[in-house]
């Protein structure tokens, strides 16, 4: 079985097809910046909930549980994330 810091995630930012590498357990946000790209965010910690993105495709996992107050049930199901938080497990679009 492959290290986990070793291990090479593929993100694609959509409209634009843009093909970003997150790195062992790089969260996206981090992924995307290391990238240049910015996106807006808050607390950096997932408490906020400004940095929430929707997901159109993948997985992603979160190292510790999301408040309900940040995503609600309706969200989850529509797949919306947070991205400092979110660390991809497989194919995030």
């Known amino acids: 079985m492959a290290d986990p810091k070793d291990v090479e995630n593929d993100i694609t930012v959509l409209p634009d097809g843009l093909h970003v590498i997150a790195v062992g357990?790089?969260?996206?946000?981090?992924?995307?910046?290391?990238?240049g790209l910015r996106y807006r965010v808050g607390c950096k910690r997932g408490g906020c909930g400004v940095c929430k993105l929707h997901l159109l495709a993948g997985e992603?996992?979160?190292?510790?549980?999301?408040?309900?107050?940040?995503?609600?049930?309706?969200?989850?199901?529509?797949?919306?994330?947070?991205?400092?938080?979110?660390?991809?497990?497989?194919?995030?679009?």
């Open 60 to 93: 992603v996992r979160y190292e510790r549980p999301v408040a309900d107050s940040v995503l609600t049930d309706d969200e989850r199901v529509e797949l919306h994330r947070l991205l400092t938080e979110a660390l991809e497990k497989r194919g995030a679009s």
């Open 25 to 35: 357990e790089e969260t996206l946000l981090k992924a995307l910046g290391r990238a």
